[in-house]
């Protein structure tokens, strides 16, 4: 019985990180129909902020040496302004162009930041030790949890209900899912249409900030691809979750977590280093049963 | 009599736009062949395997307008057939011991076994094809994504066939300049015939239109699975030249930075053009070679200058960014090479084309 509440909790926090990065995809599609694979970047480069550019595997600390809201805040607001840049100079002049050359130009800026990282950074994967002393089991009422598991579960989850309630909440965040709903007409009624991309690019920026200092704690490791598996699941899990719409990218994001870690847990060991294969062949056969995904927007279906 | 004479006129105006390009191809590939260093000649052959490789692409992407991310592990599956068929009988027992017994005991001749590669990785595409055109362009594209994912993940796990993710060494290698040229020209040949073919021109009006293809009856799923398939032959076909011109294969040259480069390639020529697969990869090629022989170090005048590695990565993102926002329909803007000394119909065809514009699918609202 502890051993599946475990499970659950485990798929929980995985599934609330993939449900972050899911969103801050699906903020950024439906506001400009982009499939922003840059999104690991600002993950991958969020991470590397923390240690003084080097060619040194255990580096010195840079934004990691401050004390912890300092590092937060100049973690985020790196990946804002790389969020932004990338959106002023290479996705703003695009705006008009058609979803498939966005994702084409989305993966450009992503081999662009991970090589000019690479450059500076070097590619070997780096230590980096911030918030070991999370790494401590806690145990509370027979459940024996890592301490960055809690963290993990707390950051998402109140960040996931953050977003909700900006988005339902506030005016600001209203005009964004009404933008996401159907881009024309919000500017139609007044929404200013660069407003609103840079806010769903500053919110994917500081949402890649945030999963990248807990990806950090939880590894340790600093690596040129450390971005890529999470985007690539969020990716999945926006198409599993209805293309388009925001609760779907959150729900789809929770799945795939819940699936990892089910697939992790019960799958005969000789297989479970195959599991990601297992996991990407469910989200075909999920596309196969609803080609639209799960929650069906007016975005899913091209208008004539 | 002046029937027959104006009849083969029309067919040369028809087929020039591949005729056009092979011919130059040969001239290129006679010129290095006979004068060039080594390590050019390497290079060349190396294009003329990427032509392959992006006329796989185009046959998809291009006449589609759907992006695929998934065929370059079409490519890994022709790469370790053909290495199961034709490598390293003395270790096979070792390394590759969950091989079938009659593959562990002998090898098969290069060519059926290049045969048996490309019809192998068909027969994948088909299975792929059949799941994923059913979907919507966008989730299409993602899906092509997982099927990339799917197949790295099990290869490189796969130790008692794949060797995991460890190179397999040794493979005979046979490719040379003029074996690369004839196969990329056939590759060519058969992406023209299909473009121009019933088949190729009800594509490609589903990719201009799909609500109205659709709407006189055209099955977007079929369309688009024949040239899934299709793409899926050819690039077999470049696996097969890739392991056996190299000599040997791992599963991660078969991953995002040979899909990247690819993928590269057909943008900043033109997606929509024969004619753009071909000289993006000779433009994109150029720009590798020069950047990575800058790399490693050359003689300017007095001093030496020598690039960081990395340095031909970042340019070639910059150039294939350059391209999309000035030039969205690629150099060629997608038009074929025509004939210049008459008026043909696919001219002005493609300048209605060109007025189009991105690299597939609805120009934006």
Redesign the interface.
């Known amino acids: 019985m502890l051993h599946v509440l475990q499970v659950i909790l485990d798929a929980i926090a995985l599934g609330s990180l993939y449900a972050l990065v899911a969103l801050a995809i699906g903020l950024v599609f439906g506001v400009m129909k982009l499939i922003n694979f840059a999104q690991g970047d600002y993950i991958t480069l969020g991470a590397y902020s923390l240690v003084v550019p080097s060619a040194s595997i255990t580096p010195p600390l840079l934004f990691g040496a401050l004390p912890v809201p300092a590092m937060i805040f100049s973690v985020v607001i790196t990946c804002v302004i790389l969020a932004l840049a990338t959106e002023r100079i290479a996705f703003r002049p695009l705006r008009n162009s058609s979803p498939a050359t966005l994702l084409v130009a989305s993966f450009a800026v992503s081999y662009f930041i991970q090589h000019v990282t690479m450059l500076v950074q070097t590619g070997r994967p780096k230590s980096v030790g911030i918030g070991s002393q999370l790494a401590n089991a806690v145990e509370i009422a027979g459940l024996r949890m890592p301490g960055v598991q809690i963290l993990t579960m707390g950051v998402t989850l109140a960040l996931l209900i953050g977003l909700v309630l900006f988005l339902k909440k506030t005016p600001l965040g209203v005009q964004m899912r009404a933008a996401a709903e159907n881009f024309e007409m919000a500017r139609l009624l007044g929404i200013r249409a660069d407003k609103v991309i840079a806010l769903a690019f500053v919110i994917s920026g500081g949402l890649a900030a945030a999963v990248s200092m807990l990806l950090v704690v939880q590894t340790g490791t600093l690596d040129l691809r450390m971005g890529l598996m999470p985007v690539v699941i969020a990716f999945f899990a926006t198409v599993i979750g209805g293309i388009g719409s925001l609760s779907g990218a959150a729900l789809g994001g929770f799945l795939v977590g819940f699936v990892s870690v089910l697939l992790q847990t019960y799958l005969p060991a000789d297989l479970r280093p195959s599991r990601d294969a297992f996991v990407f062949g469910l989200v075909i056969l999920t596309l196969l049963v609803r080609p639209q995904g799960l929650i069906v927007t007016s975005a899913a279906k091209e208008r004539v | 009599m002046a029937n027959l004479a104006a009849t083969l006129r029309a067919a040369f105006v028809l087929a020039w736009p591949v005729l056009g390009l092979l011919l130059m191809m040969a001239a290129g590939v006679l010129i290095v062949s006979s004068f060039g260093s080594i390590s050019l000649q390497r290079t060349l052959t190396e294009g003329l395997i990427k032509i392959v490789t992006v006329v796989g692409l185009y046959i998809f992407i291009g006449n589609s ?3 695929s991310f998934g065929q370059t592990a079409f490519m890994a599956v022709a790469a370790y057939a053909s290495a199961w068929q034709t490598c390293c009988p003395g270790l096979k027992p070792i390394t590759m011991h969950g091989l079938p017994e009659f593959l562990i005991r002998n090898s098969i001749p290069i060519i059926p076994a290049g045969l048996i590669s490309i019809l192998l990785s068909a027969l994948v595409a088909l299975i792929v094809g059949l ?2 055109m ?6 299409a ?3 092509t ?3 990339l ?3 790295n ?2 290869y ?3 130790d008692s066939v794949t060797m995991g993710v460890s190179s397999i060494v040794g493979l005979p290698t046979y490719v040379t300049p003029w074996i690369a040229y004839s196969m990329a020209a056939g590759a060519m040949i058969v992406a023209y015939l299909f473009q121009i073919s019933r088949f190729g021109l009800m594509l490609r009006a589903t990719r201009e239109d ?2 109205a293809a659709r709407s006189v009856g055209l099955s977007v799923f079929w369309l688009r699975l024949i040239a899934f398939v299709l793409s899926g032959i050819v690039m077999g076909l470049a696996g097969v030249l890739h392991a056996h011109f190299l000599g040997t294969i791992s599963i991660d040259t078969f991953f ?1 930075n040979l899909t ?1 480069i690819t ?2 390639m057909l ?1 900043v020529g033109g997606t929509r053009s024969l004619f753009g697969a071909v000289a993006g990869v000779f433009v994109v090629m150029t720009v590798i070679d020069v950047f990575r022989r800058v790399e490693s170090g050359v003689d300017l005048w007095s001093f030496k200058l020598a690039l ?4 031909q ?2 340019i ?3 150039v ?2 350059g391209v ?2 000035f030039r ?1 329909n690629g150099l060629t803007g997608g038009r074929e090479l025509t004939w210049p000394f008459t008026r043909s119909v696919t001219r002005s065809v493609d300048s209605m084309e060109k007025k189009r514009g ?8």
Do not use: C, D, Q, Y
């Open positions: 307008g759907v992006i799941v994923v059913r979907l919507s362009g966008l989730a594209s993602i899906a994504l997982a099927v994912f799917i197949l993940a099990a490189s796990n796969w799909e609500v995002l990247f993928l590269a943008v960081p590695a990395g340095t990565e970042v070639l993102a910059m294939l960014l999309l926002i969205p991105h690299v597939g699918g609805k120009p934006a609202r």
